[in-house]
């Protein structure tokens, strides 16, 4: 339970909402026995496919697991580089620093996503893929990506931790690379009661290969063809995410609601992150700009709304970065939006008196009422 009036999120919420189907569940999977992989866990994986419009879902043991993986799975390793966004969670770039391949960052625009008119500069004969990172929740622009991949042949791994179920003319997040990538942490749009992953292909070479690589390479309980990882989900999770699959699309829904009430609100006294056409984000974080971002969260703190900055500090400015060799105003777009950005309250089970607080709150500011 937060402190604040208005919590940033309040993730226990949506557990009483549904807690008896989950107790029932989490007794039900207990008393079964099997507790890793298993029927729970090839169940989720089928119906999680098919929300994601992909053939096949492999879940893992979480978010940044399904990047590493993936790009083990598809070859990456020294020498190579990936193109990634700067403005991420710091995970994206370390995935491919994981297996030895070099992030190359690519600034972003407007909506937070990987500029594609800049894109193409940041590619070299080493370059072997785009890692667009669906920030937000807003699908990056997989049309231009695309057409850019597929002209100098690389692969797109999609980072689609923060956007399960958002689209892009109608396709869904995580359908369009050769890998879709997504978290399953608890707070994500579909959040497991502890860490979760899953990886989406139409590849079944990739599917199978991700099998192995996340159990040892154990093709059978005594047979192992590969040197693996030990990278599983576990069945209660998988149990729990099928029920709250079910949901994924009514919470998404209300999510957009609460988002196109702060786009009327406070579009005259912010840049609010309206969506453009055939765009449907699914708000993992509604993210207003303003110069006066430190002045706002300190007055909005003051009056018990709580608010975030995902992320402060770009990743090509991280000391773990320090080595790629980037410096200030090596991405401006990304350093600039890092000094305005602040996540509001948004999620499924927030309500619209809560939204109506910080709102009033918010004009309150602007207009000098404070
Ligand atoms: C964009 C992005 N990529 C990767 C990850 C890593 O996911 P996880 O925390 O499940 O390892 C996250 C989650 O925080 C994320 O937001």
């Not at 992320?311 to 790629?324: D, F, M, R």
Request: hydrophobic share 40%; aromatic share 8%.
């Amino acid at each position: 339970m937060s402190s604040a009036n208005v919590p940033f999120v309040e993730l226990g919420r949506q557990y009483q909402g549904l807690r008896k189907e989950i107790l029932e569940t989490i007794d039900r999977v207990l008393a079964s026995g099997q507790y890793i992989l298993g029927p729970e866990v090839e169940a989720f994986e089928r119906e999680a496919a098919e929300f994601c419009g992909v053939t096949h879902a492999i879940s893992v043991a979480n978010g940044s697991d399904s990047l590493w993986l993936s790009m083990k799975c598809l070859g990456l390793g020294a020498g190579d580089e990936v193109i990634t966004a700067p403005n991420s969670f710091i995970a994206s770039a370390w995935s491919i620093a994981a297996v030895d391949a070099t992030p190359v960052f690519s600034d972003v625009d407007d909506t937070f996503n990987l500029d594609p008119a800049k894109l193409e500069q940041a590619i070299t004969p080493r370059t072997k893929a785009i890692m667009p990172v669906h920030l937000t929740g807003r699908v990056a622009n997989m049309d231009a990506i695309q057409d850019i991949a597929t002209r100098h042949k690389l692969h797109v791994i999609e980072d689609a931790a923060q956007a399960i179920g958002a689209t892009w003319r109608g396709k869904k997040a995580g359908s369009f690379g050769i890998v879709g990538s997504f978290s399953l942490h608890p707070l994500k749009n579909l959040a497991a009661f502890g860490d979760g992953g899953l990886v989406t292909t139409d590849d079944g070479k990739i599917a199978e290969q991700l099998k192995l690589l996340r159990n040892h390479g154990l093709k059978t309980r005594d047979e192992s063809v590969i040197w693996g990882y030990n990278s599983r989900l576990d069945a209660v999770q998988a149990a729990v995410l099928r029920i709250k699959l079910r949901h994924l699309a009514a919470w998404n829904k209300a999510s957009q609601g609460f988002a196109a009430r702060y786009h009327a609100a406070l579009d005259k006294v912010v840049t609010v992150p309206k969506p453009g056409d055939g765009e449907a984000p699914i708000y993992h974080r509604y993210i207003i700009q303003t110069d006066r971002r430190d002045e706002l969260q300190k007055f909005l703190a003051g009056r018990g709304i709580d608010t975030k900055v995902n992320y402060p500090t770009p990743i090509h400015l991280q000391e773990a970065a320090a080595k790629l060799g980037y410096k200030k105003g090596s991405f401006p777009v990304a350093e600039r939006q890092a000094g305005q950005i602040l996540s509001l309250p948004l999620y499924p089970e927030f309500t619209q008196v809560e939204q109506d607080k910080v709102i009033e709150n918010i004009l309150d500011f602007f207009n000098g009422r404070a």
